[in-house]
């Protein structure tokens, strides 16, 4: 398992943490995805032999947020 920590824009809710939050743990391959809204960071664990970094920025995105790393 890695773990690696998104900066994304626009989350300013609880709201937003849901959604992101959801978006990352429904893909395969993430055990646990954890946004703090005061940095605007997620802090994501995965497999990477089941879940790309790609795969996990465009659900972010799907969501309407901004993957800045």
Do not use: F, I, P, W
């Amino acid at each position: 398992m890695k773990t690696m920590t998104l900066d994304v824009k626009g989350m300013s809710c609880g709201h937003c943490k849901s959604s992101v939050e959801g978006a990352l743990k429904g893909l395969e391959g993430v055990t646990n995805a954890e946004v703090n809204l005061d940095t605007g960071k997620v802090d994501v664990t995965y497999d990477d032999a089941k879940v790309k970094v790609a795969d996990m920025r465009e659900a972010v995105e799907d969501q309407g947020y901004d993957v800045v790393a």
